[in-house]
Nanobody, 117 residues
Framework: VQLVESGGGLVQAGGSLRLSCAAS????????MGWFRQAPGKERDFVAA????????YYADPVKGRFTISRDNAKNTVYLQMNTLKPEDTAVYYC???????????WGQGTQVTISS
């Protein structure tokens, strides 16, 4: 499966962005999906994940209450709504697909999110 992120950009602190990740192929609904981010000089961190049905969601502590992950299996797309953005949210955001097991099998190319103070 191929993943393409979009929706990144530059916003002021307190603002909002919605990231999208479009997946190719007809098997999108088989995958759990996740969002990760990597800030300059730091490791890639988990941000949020959603089960194949959308019935279960998981969030990293720094984004709980501010970010919402969702998916539309009819559109082969997963979203990350980001509200009350902070400068420390600045990073390249990646979406990833997990077919099974504990690791993610497919990754997008990333989209830059920059939050100004």
């Amino acid at each position: 499966v191929q993943l393409v992120e979009s929706g990144g950009g530059l916003v002021q602190a307190g603002g909002s962005l919605r990231l999208s990740c479009a997946a190719s192929g007809r098997t999108f609904r088989r995958y759990s999906m996740g969002w990760f981010r990597q800030a300059p000089g730091k490791e890639r961190d988990f941000v949020a994940a959603i089960s194949w049905s959308g019935g279960s969601t998981y969030y990293a502590d720094p984004v709980k209450g501010r970010f919402t992950i969702s998916r539309d299996n009819a559109k082969n797309t997963v979203y990350l709504q980001m509200n009350t953005l902070k400068p420390e949210d600045t990073a390249v955001y990646y979406c990833a697909a997990q077919e099974g097991g504990s690791h993610y099998d497919y990754w997008g190319q990333g989209t830059q999110v920059t939050i100004s103070s």
